[in-house]
């Protein structure tokens, strides 16, 4: 299995990036917009607090998500992704289209995070 961590591959390289767990879960949610952490926490049922801080942590230094902080009372974080978060996004539909071509699958069975009120 040495092939996986060839680092000039440049599909090892991103498969690298998104094989974490939960990390192309929290690309999709983001993928619709910004949004706050107990929205993604919501939206991602089962996965704990920790380890979203941690995916997002590592996303944000990968460069594909990043944290918006508001000077508000209480303050208010968000997230997004960048340009170079927005360019997985059609490994993810392509990834969608996989499931309902040929595993028969509608459509994920998470539903948006309802905005929360401030």
């Known amino acids: ?7 000039r591959c440049p599909v090892c390289r991103t498969a690298e990036i998104i094989s974490g767990k939960w990390t192309l879960l929290v690309i999709r949610d983001l993928a619709d917009g910004s949004a706050r952490f107990c929205e993604l926490e919501r939206s ?3 996965i704990s607090p920790r380890t979203l801080s941690l995916r997002l942590r590592a996303l944000e230094e ?8 508001f000077p508000e009372v209480p303050p208010r974080v968000e997230y997004s992704l960048t340009p170079k978060g927005e360019a997985l996004v059609p490994l993810i539909e392509d990834m969608r289209r996989y499931g309902r071509e040929y595993l028969g699958v509608d459509d994920c069975a998470v539903t948006p995070a309802e905005p929360v009120a401030a």
């Open 1 to 7: 299995m040495s092939a996986i961590s060839n680092s």
């Open 44 to 46: 991602l049922e089962g």
């Open 62 to 69: 990968q460069g594909i998500v990043e944290r918006h902080t």
